[in-house]
T-cell receptor, first 111, second 113 residues
């Protein structure tokens, strides 16, 4: 089955800096890569996703890049703000339709 | 639509008791997933349904866990008997089709004493 590795597990930045979270996956059949944000005590919610026919996607301050050859994808957050502090999960979904999640990255943005 | 609805939000029970968690997916969504979240293991998929049929229950930890989806608008996850190591947040999620974003419920915080 699919295996998703996510790094780092914790990321601490100053407000205004950029943050990058990286994930690798093992199943070459995976073709859908969503990112979820989970604030403390809340449910995970989708913030951005990308499909395998696209290399990069951007939505305001967040962007996701995908390298299918290397089987890795990354989340980029620019101009970080305190409200970006949360746990971020990457996921990969392939032919089985089962989303496999990374272990999560705790992002802390210091004012 | 009100989104995915889970109940109860919090459940505190004693070891050995039966626990039933409930989920109402978004209307029209064909897929329903049950996840368990802990600090140690992250988000673990327990079981998922497609059109009310269980497709993969390989993540269900033991026979103490069972899940049903009697119709398109209701699913239950049952633990009998419960144990302290079952303490976790249990999320239900639904998606329109396969390979689509998941909509999560608010979760059930389960504490087994």
């Amino acid at each position: 089955g699919e295996n998703v590795e996510q790094h780092p597990s914790t990321l601490s930045v100053q407000e205004g800096d950029s943050a990058v979270i990286k994930c690798t996956y093992s199943d070459s059949a995976s073709n859908y890569f969503p990112w979820y944000k989970q604030e403390l005590g809340k449910r995970p919610q989708l913030i951005i996703d990308i499909r395998s026919n696209v290399g990069e996607k951007k939505d305001q301050r967040i962007a996701v890049t995908l390298n299918k050859t290397a089987k890795h994808f990354s989340l980029h957050i620019t101009e970080t703000q305190p409200e970006d502090s949360a746990v971020y999960f990457c996921a990969a979904t392939g032919g089985s339709y089962i989303p496999t999640f990374g272990r999560g990255t705790s992002l802390i943005v210091h004012p | 639509d009100a989104g995915v609805i889970q109940s109860p939000r919090h459940e505190v029970t004693e070891m050995g008791q039966e626990v039933t968690l409930r989920c109402k997916p978004i209307s029209g969504h064909d897929y329903l997933f049950w996840y368990r979240q802990t600090m140690m293991r992250g988000l673990e998929l327990l079981i998922y349904f497609n059109n009310n049929v269980p497709i993969d229950d390989s993540g269900m930890p033991e026979d103490r866990f069972s899940a049903k989806m009697p119709n398109a608008s209701f699913s239950t996850l049952k633990i009998q008997p419960s144990e302290p190591r079952d303490s976790a947040v249990y999320f239900c999620a639904s998606s329109l089709t396969g390979n689509e974003k998941l909509f999560f419920g608010s979760g059930t915080q389960l504490s087994v004493l």
